[in-house]
């Protein structure tokens, strides 16, 4: 199937690991340039060698989302060696350490903030200012069904993926009539350094497995599920979809 995503540019961010790793292969290999933007160089360094040793082409560039600067430094990077920005994927994120809501450490909670909302934030604001220049481009959001329904211990990553569903809408309608489209993934739990079954069950004893019974298709999620997503909503195929969050979690939120 052909998404015809040959040639445009893609900036991905947390595309050294996980569901964003998956995303710069899948684009690479549907011919597009990827931008690897990661915080972790030598991991997206990594990614990027793998892009070229398949023939695929990328470029790296360090960048804390969380950083005004290094936003603006991404972007300004994207355009100085590719001259136009199709297709940005906000995709870097962190779990926060787990915990009810009166022991969420305040630091944490506002460290949470600072990358998953701020971070998409300064994301969308810096990419838009060039879509709106070349009157084009799709956005996407990787928030998470903890975007559209609670999640116990977590309750500052659940506010700042609502932040993230709540900007993308917003954003789309802003933006909708200048032809680009905004939409929002939301991941169910899928095995990535970010979700690791072990870990969860180190805090808690069987919690994987309640986790997993609670999603109707009883398994978890591989990163190819998302990058299959995220590769159609990015496509013209997807033309229509704007201002959307779009659940991919084996029926969790049916
Ligand atoms: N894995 C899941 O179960 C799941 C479920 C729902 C949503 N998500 C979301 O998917 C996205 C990707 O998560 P993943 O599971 O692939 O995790 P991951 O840990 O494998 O990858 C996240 C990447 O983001 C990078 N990153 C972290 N902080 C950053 C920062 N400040 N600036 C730039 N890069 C930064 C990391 O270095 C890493 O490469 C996140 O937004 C996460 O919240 C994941």
Redesign the pocket.
């Known amino acids: 199937m052909s998404f015809g995503l040959e040639h445009k540019v893609v900036l991905i ?2 595309a ?5 790793k998956a995303a710069s292969m899948a684009f690479a290999e549907n011919g597009a340039k990827v931008v690897v ?4 160089e030598s ?1 997206g360094l990594s990614v990027v060698n793998e892009i070229l040793g398949a023939g695929g082409e990328a470029i790296f560039v360090k ?4 950083n005004a600067e290094d936003v603006q430094n991404m972007v300004d990077t994207t355009m100085l060696t590719y001259e136009t920005l199709d297709v940005a994927i906000n ?5 926060g350490a787990p915990g009810r809501t009166i022991d969420i450490d305040h630091k944490e909670f506002t460290r949470v903030m600072d ?2 909302c701020t ?1 998409v934030f300064y994301c969308m604001q810096a990419e838009l200012k060039e879509m709106v220049k070349q009157k084009s481009g799709v956005i996407i959001n ?1 928030a ?3 975007g559209l329904r609670g999640l116990p211990n977590s309750l500052h990553y659940v506010a700042s993926k609502h932040a993230v569903v709540g900007m993308t809408k917003t954003a789309a309608m802003e933006y909708a009539r200048q032809n680009i489209r905004i939409n929002a993934l939301c ?4 095995v ?4 690791n079954p072990e870990a969860m069950d180190q805090f808690k004893e069987g919690l994987s497995d309640k986790l997993k019974s609670g999603i109707p298709m009883k398994r978890f999620s591989t ?1 190819q599920e998302m990058a299959d997503a995220m590769l159609w909503l990015a496509s013209d195929k997807a033309s229509f979809v704007t201002g959307h969050a779009l659940p991919v979690d084996g029926g969790l939120t049916a």
């Open positions: 961010t947390g050294a690991s996980g569901i964003g933007a990661d915080v972790n991991q960048c804390d989302v969380s995709n870097a994120g962190i779990g990358i998953n971070g990787t998470s069904i903890a991941p169910v739990f899928t990535t350094p970010l979700f990163p």
